[in-house]
């Protein structure tokens, strides 16, 4: 396909995606009320009508749900029809093999955990049920309910052990068990193409220890001069500008605390509709009605994770009110259309083999494993930043999108593309990079290995040099693990004794 | 659109009848017509043929453009077939063939070695296989689609038969040279898709073809084998001829000149730049299928009282 014909197939998709969007309404509406004004002429119309949506700000609206949309790694359509709808997604079969065999180890585990406690995978809640949840919502971390017969589905470890195990079929030592001359270096021993060091520094060149970054050049002995102060005034005019690409390209080298919430929120193009908080009520009755398994998977992971962390335990309410509504967010299932991996399905009782009462499980197709609430932390992965706006605005929740990332998508799926984790594990041990710890350890094993699986920190470390100071980034994605507690102090309120300093 | 589409479609079969020579199944819906033709076959008929063909196709076109298509037969539920009473000469293509591909044998691939004695053998990274047409048969190649396994790279070599000469095998010439279908021969990107070979790729015009020579190279030594699997030759659409045209066709044309285009408009040309469009339009449809619930609404009915999950 060449470059032409490629261009037009993406701007196809574009446009056929932004339809009917809610953008699209607002600057049809828009147009048709600027035809009001007297600039606009009816010789030149289309031309007048175009400037003004450019100066209006509507043209920069456009820019970044398009740029938007092409963050999302869509699947490039073959033009060769023959080309089933699979492969389409993911063109390698022993690698499909492999999804759908983890898939239905996760769907064995979780049917046999509903059916060895006797929890069904849904219910309806009783009125008195309802009641009762809806008034202790902000408080959920108060419910002492029992949940030692639930344990994880699977953890990141569980992933790695899938992900070593892969093998090509047609690879020369595909099928050795034991290492031999044409094994590769490292756990992973599937023959996919993935960046050297010269195309990491290339593609990273953002975290060259040349350049400043927050979180490292902003220590507390440095002086404010030197790189805080400037870059600081560099995040308020790049959201002035209101530039999603801008936004990305700053952040790359960390983010004010402050200004954390706002930038994501530039970045993931998320905005404060009226519509949103709608969806988050429905998305909140779908709570308070159903009771499903998966609810009490996420209350112990939460139990597991945030409230045993020293920096995430006072949010311990606000992750329970965060995922419970984006397990019954539907909108997340249009992730599937381009990811190989497949959303559990299940029938309404009675109508087993009935495809008009067939239903996902849970509503938005993911099920939770260790560690999941942490990603709640993540806006980058989840797409929710204006959910914790509900503390800084008026008191009434602000309704978020909702919409998981391809990037959640690529912590459980097996795919070979580049951004996908299988491809971060080879390009990890590889020999390409070497990871330095902060206590100048420089040997990593597989426990290393399973943390850094985690797309949520693909972390690397460019430099030779031991005593550098880890520096945990991920490409376009902050640090976590250096400051976590800043970023969340910057959604609470000024007036909250944790609230930020700025 | 839909309206002409209609009236184009019942003058089509009204020209059929009238010829009355012409045997074809119609494989959409309940509607079937048949005729057999006993005539020999002449140029003039021929021409009429090639005309009805190209009308056909068209209709099609038209059909699926304006999304019309269940109204009137698709390309691929046609299937013209002439019964010939003379022998010899070339059997003409038929319409399935433009969709199904020309039925070709495909022989077994070749792997070249080199070495002295059999256990000495290496192998050289070179396979070839053959796709020969039936005898005396050729064809015009508009495209050439297959699906990869493991081949980095891929040459085309054709047998035409040389012009003048109606005998003999004709003459091999190179079509293709090292088509790269891996990015990197020693890793998997690339390894198992569908690729196409388009004419306009190719170095010489690869009409009269006889047969067919791929040429798989994999130079990396980390795969066990490889190959390329599903090997079809989609043949062109033949020319319209000039020649005096019935009223219908050539209101036909005048819709054809209509159709914004960049340059001449013919029936094939127009057909490639339509496929790319079908061909978004099946993945987004077979997309839009799967997977997806009522936005807002997880529940069936008000009830989500669910069995366990199904493992298929």
Same mark, same amino acid.
Request: charged share 25%; aromatic share 6%; hydrophobic share 30%.
């Given at each position: 396909m060449d470059e032409g014909a490629e261009l037009s197939l993406t701007i196809v998709q574009l446009v056929q995606r932004l339809k009917g969007s809610h953008l699209h309404a607002q600057m049809e509406r828009e147009a048709r009320e600027c035809l009001h004004q007297p600039e606009i002429r009816l010789d030149s119309i289309k031309d007048d009508v175009r400037s003004f949506l450019r100066t209006s700000g509507w043209e920069k609206k456009l820019q970044n749900a398009v740029y938007r949309e092409l963050q999302v790694e869509r699947l490039a359509s073959s033009l060769t029809a023959a080309a089933p709808p699979e492969h389409v997604k993911e063109p390698l079969a022993y690698m499909r093999k492999a999804q759908a065999g983890w898939e239905r180890r996760i769907l064995k585990s979780l049917n046999g955990m509903s059916t060895e406690l006797g929890v069904p995978l849904a219910r309806m809640r009783t009125a008195a049920e309802q009641r009762e949840l809806s008034s202790k919502w902000n408080e959920m971390g108060t419910d002492e309910a029992d949940l030692t017969g639930f344990r994880p589905i699977y953890a990141a470890k569980d992933f790695l052990e899938v992900v070593v195990a892969l093998r090509s079929p047609n690879h020369k030592c595909g099928g050795d068990e034991e290492p031999g001359t044409r094994s590769h270096w490292g756990l992973i021993q599937v023959p996919l193409d993935v960046q050297d060091i010269q195309q990491l520094r290339g593609a990273y060149a953002e975290l060259n220890l040349a350049a400043g970054q927050l979180g490292i050049d902003d220590?507390?002995?440095?002086?404010?001069?030197?790189f805080e102060r400037d870059y600081v005034e560099t995040a308020k005019k790049v959201l002035g500008g209101q530039d999603s690409a801008a936004a990305q390209q700053y952040s790359r080298r960390g983010c004010p605390t402050g200004l954390r919430a706002d930038l994501w929120a530039l970045i993931l193009n998320s905005v404060d509709r009226p519509q949103d908080a709608m969806h988050f009520e429905q998305l909140k009755a779908g709570v308070v009605q159903h009771d499903l398994l998966v609810d009490h998977l996420i209350r112990k992971d939460v139990k597991l994770t945030a409230s045993n962390d020293d920096y995430y335990f006072v949010f311990e309410d606000f992750l329970y009110q965060v995922l419970l509504c984006f397990s019954r967010d539907a909108s997340v299932l249009e992730h599937f259309k381009y990811n190989s991996a497949t959303p559990p399905k299940s029938y309404i009782r009675g109508k087993e083999g009935d495809e008009a009462y067939a239903v996902v499980y849970p509503p938005n197709g993911v099920i939770p494993f260790h560690g999941f609430s942490m990603y709640a932390a993540h806006p980058r992965l989840f797409q929710w930043p204006r959910c914790a706006s509900c503390t800084r605005s008026r008191q009434s929740c602000t309704a978020c999108s909702g919409r998981c990332t391809p990037a959640t998508f690529s912590a459980y799926t097996l795919c070979p593309r580049r951004a996908r984790v299988s491809c971060r594990c080879v390009c990890f041990w590889s020999g390409s990079c070497r990871r330095t710890c902060r206590d100048s350890s420089t040997t990593c094993d597989g426990s290393e290995l399973s943390r850094y699986a985690s797309p949520l920190s693909g972390c690397f470390e460019l430099s030779q040099d031991i005593s550098a100071p880890t520096s945990c980034f991920s490409f376009g994605t902050e640090s976590w693990a250096t400051t976590p507690w800043s970023w969340w102090r910057s959604w609470l309120p000024p007036s909250s004794p944790f609230g930020p300093r700025t | 659109m839909f309206r002409l589409c209609l009236m184009l479609q019942w003058q089509a079969i009204t020209y059929f009848f009238f010829f009355g020579n012409i045997c074809f199944t119609m494989l959409h819906g309940n509607f079937e017509s048949k005729t057999s033709w006993r005539d020999e076959t002449t140029q003039t008929s021929q021409e009429k043929l090639h005309k009805l063909i190209n009308c056909c196709r068209f209709l099609d076109l038209i059909a699926r453009a304006t999304g019309a298509a269940s109204a009137i037969p698709t390309a691929s539920g046609w299937s013209v077939v002439v019964e010939h009473a003379q022998d010899g000469g070339d059997a003409k293509m038929s319409a399935s063939d433009v969709t199904r591909g020309v039925a070709c044998a495909l022989k077994p691939p070749v792997f070249l070695h080199f070495g002295g004695s059999e256990m000495q053998a290496s192998c050289s990274g070179v396979c070839v296989i053959d796709a020969s047409l039936p005898p005396g048969k050729t064809v015009n190649i508009e495209t050439i689609t297959f699906k990869n396994f493991y081949t980095a790279l891929v040459s085309v070599r054709l047998r035409r038969r040389s012009p003048g000469r109606e005998g003999g095998g004709g003459e091999w010439c190179t079509a *293709?040279?090292?088509?790269? *279908?891996? +990015?990197?021969?020693? %890793?998997?990107?690339?390894?198992q898709d569908y690729c196409s070979i388009d004419r306009k790729q190719m170095r010489v015009e690869p009409d009269d073809v006889s047969s067919v020579r791929l040429v798989l190279k994999q130079p990396s030594c980390a795969w066990l084998t490889f190959g390329v699997e599903d090997v079809l030759l989609f043949p062109r659409a033949q020319p319209e001829p000039v020649g005096e045209l019935s009223d219908w066709l050539s209101a036909l044309n005048l819709v054809e000149q209509r159709l914004p285009t960049q340059g001449s408009l013919d029936a094939a040309s127009v057909s490639c730049r339509l496929q790319p469009m079908w061909a978004l339009s099946e993945v987004t449809t077979r997309s839009s299928r799967s997977? +997806? %619930?009522?936005?807002?609404?997880?529940?069936v009915d008000g009830s989500y009282d669910i069995n366990l999950l199904s493992l298929t």
């Open positions: 220590d507390g002995h440095i002086h404010p001069d030197f | *293709l040279r090292d088509r790269p *279908l891996m +990015t990197n021969p020693h %890793a998997e990107s690339g390894a997977h +997806t %619930a009522p936005v807002g609404r997880f529940d």
